[in-house]
């Protein structure tokens, strides 16, 4: 006991980059708990130095002392005895300069920034092996869930097979709306606007870009390979019809938008090989099972359900974005790092992003899936007829057939579930139906994706 | 990369205590991820020895060599370069004198065994200081699911004021059984043994005992205060009729034997208190709501949901058994002591479990819940009087009342489902409805637990 007492003397210099809605609740933790993180670390952390755009404003509800500000980062690094820089600014240009500064400076780096990481992080992982100093990033995926930590070492024994993650709270909480509320998708993003779920420009988000920059980082780390964000096939919600949403309910289905990356299939049947595997990464609204525990993830909340080739199914569940579940993942980063034990483990497991092959791909064509399909039909049993010979052409078989009376002259939506089939197969399939004189504008299609058993 | 090859020749030598189901799995991930876990790991791990209790038996399915067995636990633990023990045994008596041995003889530890660490945690951590080795105990929990990793390292940040877990796979196996298809108890429970989910004498896990051990490890990890498991206060499923399970169906609620470690109410809302929390601490059956994803975890897979009071709630779900998943979660625990960073992270991050001062539990009676009873009435409007007078009596309000028709002069389920009320009051309450002479037999009494909205 006398030898924590004596080492909770010494202190942890931090320095923190942007002192917004993230940074205020870094701020209102170490301030808050500072005698329980005391206790943990057997020593203090102690906020030294605060750079922000203008330091004239008040910052972190006044939490800071002023004279802690700056707005010139040459003065910031080099505050004495800071050994920990957090960079809760987000965005890239100029805090990609800081964050290679800090690094350049051998310090280690906290940051909540997926963006910087997905675009630079082999840049920046590269760098900071240079220095000996670790980038801490629990906070860039999934908010507070440990999911990074949960994949670099409680994981560590598995190949993983399979990430399938609900990644965008703002598209979640949406396609919540659409589910239980009936809302159209512009009612519903509306009402995530007001709700402050959602940004005024909420294109990043309801396009899937926000989830794939995430899978991005996510399916590096679970798959050892260096994947460019621009390599996710990706798809939004915003095209979404509530009609969709309903005949999926009926169905036994619930709509989600998963980031999904895995083993093409015929290599995650041989776990143990060395070579390296094939991936899948895209991002799509897709049908789930309704009674998976995945299915039940509503709202803002974000999940990501991982296939192990040894443990099979695990899946984490929590807050993907807000003031205080990150403030809660950089603050575990920070005593992580301070601890000298996450830039160690950096070093022994050899998890430097920079140093991985870049990712393979499958070919997309390849991918099978079962999927649902909506054609708007002018004449019901002529387009079964035809659609089913369309079908059969490509070699996909209907698994199930969904179609309600309606008022007689009107379209009338057919709703076809197709048993297990090639993606390049639907797509020219659904070209032909497109183009058939008693179908309506462009079907709809879905992905129905069926979670590994496991 | 050079560096990486230099250090791939060097080795890691690991002694194996137990080659049944556990140990089986640890030596097949170890051969068939050899290469996978030498690039990680920038050193290969080498299996030294092994005890058993019969070395002229085979073991480990053939796959280690007869030369590396032994009975002898002396010429074991002298193995030349064995850094780290594995025990794979299960169990106390012998077992406890092993790790024992194997940390005085400064071995690192990893061990599966929550019965051992749950009773004598305490001083093995107390000896592991001593020695400056670390005890990883990933697998001795939840299986599979990297929970201790997430809980010292990814939610370090947060104060925790609930966890609340499905830990014991057999049980939910059994009451996802008699929910999904109606099955008895006792048929449900047959069925687990013939499924081999359940042990013969299956005591231990239906007592709910089992989850009352890990749930003081876990306990004992979140909020920092040694819980014995005899103070646990524990109710089995064995005596849940279905027709309780069916009333909580009806009323939108799925049955858990949930394991609960809880900061009493009235100190959750000061998290920031540096005194020590009184925790309430329990394993019983209840109803949850069915639409929460802890919910639908159904059959073997285990879950506990956390709540942290920054991050709010999470949720970690996975297999809480069987060969591969423990496999994952010891030899996840092996890399992590291998790579040097885990014995680092337990002495920097004060995580060793004998320095905690002992639990201040809360009074039972001071819980308040919301409750589901039962009462068998012969006389269904004299009933109603006379329950909801007791009722009034000890200040319990009733929330809503489910009453089915049956043929004439049968005894008539009653079910009534209370508004938040105090343990104290119901246990009175229920005396007091027992003795009603139109009631037959004991009322049946489930907590209703509203998992925290976070």
């Known amino acids: 006991v006398s030898v924590q007492l004596t080492k909770s003397t010494e202190k942890i210099g931090v320095g923190l980059i942007g002192c917004g809605t993230v940074g205020t609740g870094v701020v209102r933790l170490l301030q808050e708990q500072a005698e329980y993180y005391a206790k943990r670390l057997g020593r203090r952390l102690e906020l030294r130095r605060v750079l922000v755009r203008d330091p004239s404003k008040p910052r972190c509800n006044?939490?800071?002392?002023?004279?802690?500000?700056?707005d010139d980062f040459e003065s910031f690094i080099e505050t004495p005895d800071m050994l920990i820089v957090v960079e809760a600014a987000g965005g890239r240009g100029l805090v990609s300069g800081y964050v290679r500064g800090a690094l350049d400076a051998a310090k280690h780096v906290v940051t909540a920034n997926k963006s910087l990481l997905a675009a630079e992080g082999a840049e920046l992982f590269a760098l900071a092996r240079k220095r000996n100093v670790a980038i801490a990033f629990e906070a860039s995926c999934a908010g507070g869930i440990p999911i990074i930590t949960a994949l670099l070492f409680g994981l560590a024994a598995n190949r993983i097979e399979g990430l399938y993650g609900i990644l965008n709270g703002t598209c979640n909480y949406i396609l919540t709306e659409m589910t239980q509320r009936r809302k159209t998708y512009a009612d519903a993003l509306a009402e995530a606007q007001d709700e402050g779920f959602a940004e005024a420009d909420p294109a990043l988000d309801v396009s899937g870009c926000d989830a794939a920059e995430k899978l991005s980082i996510l399916a590096s780390l679970a798959f050892g390979a260096a994947v460019e964000t621009a390599t996710v096939a990706c798809?939004?919600?915003?095209?979404?019809?509530?009609?969709?949403?309903?005949?999926?309910?009926e169905l036994g289905y619930e709509i989600k938008l998963l980031a999904i990356a895995e083993r093409s299939q015929d290599q995650s049947r041989s776990p143990a090989t060395t070579q390296q595997a094939k991936l899948s990464l895209r991002v799509h609204p897709c049908f789930i099972r309704g009674d998976l525990p995945l299915a039940q993830v509503h709202g803002p909340f974000n999940a990501l359900a991982v296939y192990g080739h040894a443990l099979g199914h695990s899946m984490y569940v929590g807050r993907g974005a807000g003031q205080m579940p990150?403030?809660?993942?950089?603050?575990a980063d920070l005593l992580n790092v301070a601890s000298?034990?996450?830039?160690?483990?950096?070093?022994?497991?050899?998890?430097?992003?920079?140093?991985?092959?870049?990712?393979?791909?499958?070919?997309?064509?390849d991918l099978t899936s079962r999927f649902y399909l909506r054609i708007s039909a002018r004449d019901v049993p002529g387009v079964v007829a035809k659609v089913s010979a369309i079908l059969g052409q490509e070699g996909i078989s209907m698994g199930a057939l969904l179609q309600h009376e309606v008022a007689a002259g009107q379209f009338v939506p057919v709703v076809i579930v197709t048993h297990e089939a090639r993606q390049g197969a639907v797509t020219r399939a659904m070209k032909?139906?497109?183009?058939?004189?008693?179908?309506?504008?462009?079907?709809?299609?879905?992905?129905?994706?069926?979670?590994?058993?496991?």
Chains 1, 2 share one sequence.
């Not at 798809?235 to 309910?249: K, M, N, P, T, V």
């Not at 000298?340 to 064509?365: C, I």
């Not at 709809?444 to 994706?449: A, E, N, T, W």
């Open 326 to 331: 990150t403030a809660s993942a950089v603050v």
């Open 62 to 70: 006044g939490m800071v002392d002023r004279a802690l500000l700056t």
């Open 340 to 365: 000298g034990w996450y830039p160690r483990a950096f070093s022994e497991m050899n998890v430097w992003l920079d140093q991985q092959p870049p990712a393979v791909l499958s070919d997309p064509d």
């Open 235 to 249: 798809e939004g919600i915003d095209r979404l019809d509530l009609s969709d949403i309903q005949f999926g309910a």
């Open 432 to 454: 032909k139906i497109e183009n058939l004189d008693v179908v309506d504008g462009s079907p709809v299609c879905l992905r129905i994706v069926d979670l590994p058993a496991g």
